[in-house]
């Protein structure tokens, strides 16, 4: 298995994507708070970029709650949520105005603050999402929080773009937007944890996360460094032949409902083909994974990074299949 449940799990740890469910309710990005800092703690990020961090998980997955309200509703999907005007912990939701009661009393509120209602109850809870990518100096930290909604084809780019930075509602990508430094984006996805392929969209952002760590300073002040475990272990996965790769990503696949999947190995040049369909095709070959899809385009990867390796194709086919007009994103 790639990924984990929010039991027992500390750390983060390269060559895996560790997942959690989140509540479907008020508490969303509450949990989504705590659960963030406690899976990060011992991965070395620097105490203001870990308060960023935790910011904006909680931002994507008060937005996230907010998106399954929408979709619920048959809303248009151009509102969007912050919890930046309560640190204290407790969710602060501006997704609309409360719901009206029909004179039986005043509407629920969580933490005094009214809540839109949920509307028919959606499959699927919303996940968090983490992983890292790269080594050494250019490792990063990837954060996605999955929902099982589509409805930011047309909300996500006019909310940004119309969002008053002064205002509550619809500040929240806007907050992400600069604490990333534009390192964030959107896009189809399948759950991790749902276990049948349930479609839907990640939104994510990334930090730089270097593992190669300040030992010594020399007389010159020049830092020297460090080898880490995850370099180690990206050696490891240098030594892995292509159709081991290919079987890894296979696997990967498997667990996001992709079957009949069509894999051909030639051992003799250390090359495998993963064909996924007409039009996404995986190429395992010398430490290098390749993903070709229609329109000519190409990403490649190292085998320690076969956990991205998936999950872009895993992309390319939803958007392949849905048709998405999406925001080009900086970075996958």
Known sequence: MRQQGISGLRGVRAGLCHAWPLPADATCATVARRVFRDAVSGIGLEPDLLEDCVLMASELAANTLHARAVAG????GDRLV?????????PVLSAGPAPQTGGAGP???????????????????PELWLYLRGVGIRRELVCKIFDGTRDWRHGVPSALA??????VAGRGLHLVQELSRGRWGHHPSRSRLDGGGLHGKAVWFSVPAPLAHARLVDVTGLRTYTLSADVTADRAYNRLSARQAAGELEVMLAERGFGRLVRADQPACDM???SVCRGVTVWCRSGMVALTSTGGSREEWGYADLVEAAEQTVRRYEELDTGLDLIPAQAQ
Do not use: F, M, N
Request: aromatic share 0%; net charge negative.
């Open 73 to 76: 509703t048959g809303g248009g």
């Open 82 to 90: 912050s919890v930046a005007a309560d640190l204290g912990g407790r």
């Open 107 to 125: 509407a629920p509120q969580t933490s005094g603050v009214a809540l839109a209602d949920p509307g028919p109850e959606l499959p699927g809870c």
């Open 162 to 167: 119309g969002a008053s930075t002064h205002a």
């Open 272 to 274: 495998s083909v993963l």
